[in-house]
C-alpha cells in the first residue's frame, strides 16, 4: 500500500496517474511520460537542483547511492515502481532518471484474463504447469510485463512450499506463507561488499528451497541458474528477448560469461534439458500486453541447436494451437488427477 506521508513533489501526480506507465528525465526541461507504449512530452519543467533533490528523497528510503565512484543506481520505490539514475560524467551534461511502474496490478494467472492478457483455459494450463514444478522462462521486450506475469506465476506455487527468490532490485511480490527474497548489493565506498547474483543463486540452493525464481537473468548468472535448475530444483526466471526461440538462444549464450572454460558442449544440452516451457509476453502497437506465444522444449539437441516448438500462438486476434508436444505431460496429467481436475480444461 502507497504510504499517504510520502511525496514526490512534481513528480507526484504522475506517478499516482494509473494511466502513466513511466516516467523518465532527460534533462531538467525534458520530461517525459508513457501512456499504453506511447511516449510524450510534458509540460513540467524543473531545475538542476530539484531533479538531484527528488533523486536523493527517492534513495533514501532505499538504502541506495549514487555518486561519482557509483554512477548507476537501481532501486525500489515504496509504491513498486523501479528507479533507475544514471548521472555525470556517464551522461553528458543531465542527471537521468527512469521510474517505471508496475505494468498491471496483478498477483494471479486469473487476474490478467478481464484485461485480456491471456485466456482462461492459457491460465489453467500455465497454472497446472507451475504445479507440477515445470521449469519456465518467462520472456519479453521492454514493458511486456515479464516482472507481472512471472509475479502471477509465483501465485501458482502450492501453498507447502518453499520459494526463494533472487533479484537485483525487489519488484517481485510473492504471497505465499513460505518465502525468502533475495536482493543484490552494491560495493560500499570501500570497494568491498558487493553481493551479486551469481553469488545469491548459489546461497539460495543452501536455504533448502522447494522452488527459486530469479527475478531477470541478463550475464553470467544464468549459468548459474541452469546448474540449479540440473540439480533437481524447480525454478522461473524472466530475460529480455523478441520470441520464445531468441530467449532460448540468448539463455544459451550467456552462460558463456561465466569464463573460458565454459563452452557450447556443456551450455546446449544443460540449457535443454533445464528449461520445459517458454512463455513469450509482448506489448503491441496499441499498447495492449498479452502472452503471445508458449514455446516447448523437448530436450532434444541438433548439432548446437535446440528443439523448441510452439505450443500456442497469438495470431490475428486469436490463440492458434502449434504442433509441440506439453512437455512432461505425465507428471501434468498426475498433477491434475490429484487436484480432481478434468484434462480437457486445463491441457492445451
Excluded at 154 to 182: C, H, K, M, W, Y
Excluded at 271 to 288: F, M, R
Aim: glycine residues 6%; aromatic residues 4%; proline residues 5%.
Amino acid at each position: 500500500m502507497e504510504n499517504p506521508f510520502i511525496n514526490f513533489g512534481p513528480l507526484q501526480h504522475f506517478l499516482d496517474d494509473q494511466q502513466i506507465e513511466e516516467i523518465w528525465i532527460n534533462a531538467p526541461e525534458r520530461i517525459f511520460i508513457a501512456r499504453n507504449g506511447e511516449s510524450e512530452l510534458t509540460t513540467l519543467v524543473l531545475e538542476a537542483n530539484e531533479v538531484r533533490d527528488l533523486v536523493e528523497r527517492m534513495l533514501a528510503l532505499t538504502g541506495r547511492r549514487v555518486d561519482l565512484s557509483n554512477p548507476f543506481v537501481d532501486a525500489r520505490l515504496p509504491s513498486g515502481a523501479r528507479l533507475h539514475v544514471v548521472i555525470p560524467d556517464v551522461t553528458a551534461e543531465h542527471w537521468a532518471i527512469n521510474i517505471r511502474k508496475l505494468s498491471l496490478p496483478a498477483n494471479s494467472l486469473e487476474d490478467l484474463i478481464p484485461v485480456g492478457a491471456l485466456t482462461q483455459r492459457i491460465a489453467n494450463f500455465c497454472s497446472t504447469a507451475v504445479k507440477s514444478g515445470l521449469n519456465i522462462l518467462v520472456s519479453g521486450a521492454t514493458q511486456a510485463g515479464k516482472t507481472t506475469f512471472l509475479n502471477c506465476l509465483i501465485g501458482e506455487i502450492p501453498s507447502n512450499q518453499r520459494l526463494i527468490t533472487i533479484e537485483e532490485v525487489f519488484e517481485l511480490s510473492p504471497r505465499l506463507p513460505d518465502v525468502v527474497a533475495l536482493q543484490t548489493r552494491e560495493k560500499t565506498l570501500d570497494g568491498d561488499g558487493e553481493i551479486s547474483l551469481r553469488r545469491l543463486i548459489k546461497e539460495a540452493l543452501r536455504m533448502r528451497p522447494s522452488r527459486i525464481v530469479v527475478g531477470e537473468v541478463r550475464e553470467a548468472e544464468a549459468l548459474d541458474l541452469l546448474i540449479a535448475l540440473n540439480s533437481g530444483v524447480p525454478g522461473m526466471a524472466s530475460i529480455h528477448a523478441n520470441s520464445a526461440r531468441e530467449a532460448i538462444r540468448k539463455l544459451s549464450t550467456l552462460p558463456l560469461l561465466a569464463g573460458e572454460n565454459i563452452s557450447y558442449d556443456f551450455v546446449i544440452p544443460t540449457v535443454a534439458n533445464s528449461i520445459d516451457l517458454v512463455i513469450h509476453c509482448e506489448l503491441d502497437p496499441n499498447g495492449k500486453r498479452r502472452v503471445k506465444e508458449i514455446a516447448s522444449l523437448s530436450g532434444r539437441v541438433e548439432g548446437n541447436h535446440i528443439e523448441i516448438e510452439e505450443l500456442i500462438t497469438y495470431k490475428k486476434g486469436e490463440y492458434v494451437r502449434g504442433l509441440a508436444t506439453i512437455p512432461r505431460l505425465e507428471k501434468i496429467k498426475n498433477t491434475l488427477k490429484s487436484l480432481n481436475l478434468d484434462e480437457e480444461n486445463f491441457l492445451l
